[in-house]
């Protein structure tokens, strides 16, 4: 069980860390990230939440 927590936890700080490096459109890097969620299936729902943050993160800077 706690090897599954830090599988998971692994699997999400090296997505959030790819995913915080993606400051323009690019193919490549957004590649990359579609690979790391394919790898990492079991936890998309966790993956899909650290988008939406990234997401929201970016619209409060431009509005800023």
Known sequence: MAEEAAAKADACKEYQSSLED??????PHINNLTILAEENLKYSSEIVKLIEAQITKGARVQSA
Do not use: A, D, E, R
Request: charged fraction near 15%.
């Open 22 to 27: 993606l400051t323009f459109n690019s193919k």
